[in-house]
């Protein structure tokens, strides 16, 4: 995602404060990769966490402003912005990208969720090609709020959600 070095220490109290967040969840994914000397070794290769999403979050506030920017009633606002699994984050390794690994990190996460929707955020990209756009349209998500920029950021974002669950039951596939 272009992250500046050294973000990870001005976002780790954020990813701490998450943890406590109601509806919680987290994945990684793992290589096992063999070293010189023989030993097989477990290497990080993807992550996936997101939580309940809810009012009184800075994400959701930042959703309402926007989705009201661009001319929304308020009773459409909050159908989008009232019950809804935030994916948070979703990161794989350059090298493990195109190998499943982001597909299997959005199952696991998504899979039996009790809320009705999920939504997450992703930088726009020019005509949606790179491989997170791609894993987000094949997953069948949707765009809520295009062109949209958080607070503190200067890049644009998309919105995207996806209706729950994941996958569909097999009479809807």
């Known amino acids: 995602m272009d992250y500046p070095a050294g973000t990870e220490s001005h976002r780790l109290p954020m990813w701490r404060e998450h943890l406590n967040r109601p509806g919680y969840a987290a994945f990684g994914a793992v290589q096992a990769l063999r070293t010189e000397d023989g030993r097989v070794v477990d290497h990080l290769v993807g992550i996936a966490y997101g939580y309940s999403g809810a009012g009184d979050q800075w994400w959701n506030r930042q959703l309402r402003v926007g989705l009201g920017r661009r001319g929304l009633p308020q009773e459409q606002i909050d159908a989008v912005a009232a019950d809804y699994f935030e994916l948070t984050e979703l990161h ?6 195109g190998h499943g690994v982001g597909t299997a ?56 959600g996806r209706d729950l669950p994941f996958p569909p039951p097999p009479a809807a596939r």
């Open 105 to 160: 990190l959005l199952g696991a996460l998504l899979t039996g969720r009790p809320e009705p929707r999920v939504l997450l955020s992703t930088p726009e990209v020019a005509a949606e090609q790179n491989r997170a756009w791609r894993l987000y349209r094949r997953a069948g998500f949707y765009d809520v709020l295009r062109d949209f920029r958080f607070s503190g950021d200067p890049r644009p974002f998309a919105v995207l």
């Open 92 to 97: 794989v390794h350059p090298a493990a990208q």
